[in-house]
């Protein structure tokens, strides 16, 4: 892609992320795993491109290619961390499958456009895991208990329309203009001023963070319990050799 | 039914308990009152089978045919407790209509599947009730106000699709192969293990159980207050004469 | 209008006050601003209405063409916790559009029915603004954060359908019938004891109260660090200019 005057581009191996007129895109490309699975590598180098966007004169984060999204992660907690306490507004725009942690993850962002192709699907307890990303948290309160345990019990897989009617997506998007729907809107965003947004997220967001942190320990506590029991080596190569298959 | 050699059938005399693969299924079959009604002898026996169910290893709790219920319940309290502390999954499924506490303690159950011509009404305030079952609490939550004042005070009737789009449903299932696909669901969740279903319900639910039983409690002394007022031994006549009518 | 035995009008001047049988018709019918923007003259001339009906033997409030609603308000915070303050049932009638602080303060309604030619927008951000009425607050929890950023940064407009699929509406009535409808509704709610509305709203409300009160304090104090920077002064310019124009 061209780098224009405005723009500047970081290649990490995983990710792109590009610096554009008022925000930064983050985009997956993974080369060390297959279909964007979110394996440590990649957690890493999202997690230092938004330490970067947290500081610099970027008004908000767009994540993208979020799509087939698969996770056999490490470090947790920090990493869901990274995304709880961001201050600027974070959009995700998710273009095919969004599953496990890539789901679990839509709630601690602020904006969620989906192409309508895109389904979201968080299969924890048929891997024998428990729920991550705080959805054991967030999904409850989005959608009830009633849902909720249906997508991280049961394993219920949502069309994006779906998706939007659970309140998990802002909204659906058709997939033909999807990119530039998306970027059109992220333009409005990043024109309005760097005040306002930061104050409008803290007033959305200021109330449930420590909420949110704490129950990213407890899940975070809950997978070293169920990983530490018998099932759980079984269910970790389980769920690690299915992982290849759902994408 | 046959009683076949996993299962174990213990017949009280207004529900049917099944002790299957894994699991416990409460079904409602009333004798002592017409239409599933929850007096106080059925509420007894459903405690007293919850109460087995939660020490032995059946892994969840199925409650069917709660059908058309209705109740004139007494020690709520107790009652509404014994679903509010159950640390086991408990997936419902609706096959005809909820009404009163049995569309109340709905979202104290885990799951809920709903046959397509189920039914939800909870028309508390026209009784000259107050909400019980913790849904001054839990609705407000699921749907927001301005849907669960309109089901609490103005009586609102919901269709199973309604109650589905507002999430007080998990899924709404075809009513020709209902019992099927519940079955086959609940099979499924039968064969997650045991400590990941455990905690995924600690994670779930441990954040706003202390919340729900201050609310069971608060919703039974304003039911006190209300009862203890002129025109409250009216209403409750007018509760038990409408009761059978409604069924 | 005529003026029957059992009922009163005051007339404000910008606001109709009629006390019909057993409840308070709040009626916008703004002289002091075109298109019934909520101005400090109308605001006041609401709060006063609020107080009379808090006091007097009306059971319930009913909030009426509150429809083309614009509001360049100043004493919001009083006037925001005359709402979360107020022990009576409100009920909103949204008969057209509802829009910045019209629709903010639907949440801090008990019920809201839509005509389904009503429409929804707070473009707070657009316009240079952080969110008032608590709706950075009650947005979120009621339709999740990913729609409540949709409207509150992006300033999407909603439909009543959609309104009422995200749980902002009640139930969306037919535009024919939509005055007949309300007042059948009404006079249900108001045949309704009155100790068993004020156990119900209770029971409803007051464990969120505090927290609104404080959500209140901190949008306004939100919307003084906006408008005291240097963008501010324009922003509310801006903000004053497109005001009319939008509705």
Redesign the interface.
Known sequence: FSVRQTESAYRYRDIVVKKQDGFTHILLSTKSSENNTLNPEVMKEIQSAMATAASDDSKLVLLGAVGSVFCCGLDFLTFVNSFIQFRK?IVAAVNGAALGLGAAL??L????WANEKAWFQTP???Y????DGCS??TF???????????L???G?KLTAQEAG???????VLWPGTFTQEVML?VK??V???S???R??K??????TRS?LEQ?NE??CE?LK??WG?S?GTD?ILQYLQRGTELC
Chains 1, 2, 3 share one sequence.
């Open positions: 507004p839509l709630p962002c602020d904006v969620v924890y307890a048929s024998g895991q428990t729920p054991s948290f409850p309160r989005i959608m009830g208990l009633a849902s909720a345990n249906e991280l019990l049961s219920r009617s659970k309140g998990l997506v802002s909204q809107r409005e965003l024109a309005v001023d005040l306002v947004l104050e409008s803290a007033l959305m967001r200021n109330t909420a129950a407890r899940e809950s319990r169920v029991s099932q269910a």
